[in-house]
């Protein structure tokens, strides 16, 4: 059974960090693009960054770009998501998502192009 799990939320700090894991099991990520969403409380989901199959080609959105990076450790198979700089608009559940696609060179930014989702981890930032 494929699934997908999400760890490493938590209460940090403004200018804080934090590193948020995907790990999958049933599955291999080399096949898949993994992509992080977030949804804050009365907000719709929102995408935050992906990154593509095992050619590895990332993404990001505006909002995150130069404060988070998100790799992949194939050993693991687990994507993970690294937050630098984290702001109080940050807080939110995180969720990854997979997307099957062995050929594709890229990643979506569209939830619904992913079929398997995590259950989602909580950030929450504040002093």
């Known amino acids: 059974q494929l699934s997908l799990v999400e760890s490493g939320g938590g209460l940090v700090r403004p200018g804080g960090s934090l590193r948020l894991s995907c790990a999958a099991s049933g599955f291999t990520l080399a096949y898949y693009a993994i992509g992080w969403f977030r949804q804050a409380p009365g907000k719709e989901r929102e995408w935050v960054s992906c990154i593509s199959n095992s050619v590895g080609s990332t993404d990001y959105a505006d909002f995150v770009k130069r404060r988070f990076t998100i790799y992949r450790v194939s050993a693991q198979n687990t994507v993970y998501l690294q937050m630098n700089s984290l702001d109080p608009e940050d807080t939110a559940v995180y969720f990854c998502?997979?997307?099957?696609?062995?050929?594709?060179?890229?990643?979506?930014?569209?939830?619904?192009?992913?079929?398997?989702w995590g259950q989602g981890t909580q950030v929450t930032v504040s002093s």
């Open positions: 998502a997979a997307h099957y696609t062995p050929y594709g060179t890229d990643c979506s930014d569209r939830p619904l192009e992913y079929n398997n």
